[in-house]
């Protein structure tokens, strides 16, 4: 069992910054294996993947972020985080973390990312 939480979110206006953290309660040799995500949704939109990070730390995102936004983790902490630079109002979502454990996947509750003047 994996206990995801994110913090981080909120309002930030156009070309702005955020951190989001997403903390996962369990023993660091499963966070260490697990390949952590980043996704979103924004209202009347399907969930969609923002960024990934494996285990050895390959990491991949959508399009639509790249250079903008980067994804990280510490496995001594298992956290992992996602920086967002040059936010754009289309940045506008809530934004979820996820795990993959040996098949298993698990959800955050979510944090509302707001981009708008």
């Known amino acids: 069992q994996v206990r995801l939480v994110e913090s981080g979110g909120g309002l930030v206006q156009p070309g702005g910054s955020l951190r989001l953290s997403c903390a996962a309660s369990?023993?660091?040799?499963?966070?260490?294996?697990?390949?952590m995500g980043w996704y979103r949704q924004a209202p009347g939109k399907q969930r969609e993947l923002v960024a990934s990070?494996?285990?050895?730390?390959?990491?991949d995102y959508a399009d639509s972020v790249k250079g903008r936004f980067t994804i990280s983790r510490d496995n001594a902490k298992n956290t992992v985080y996602l920086q967002m630079n040059s936010l754009k109002p289309e940045d506008t979502a809530v934004y979820y973390c996820?795990?993959?454990?040996?098949?298993?996947?698990?959800w955050g509750q979510g944090t509302q990312v707001t981009v708008s003047s």
């Open positions: 369990t023993s660091n040799s499963i966070f260490s294996i697990a390949v």
């Open positions: 996820n795990a993959l454990v040996l098949s298993e996947t698990y």
């Open positions: 990070i494996r285990s050895g730390g390959r990491t």
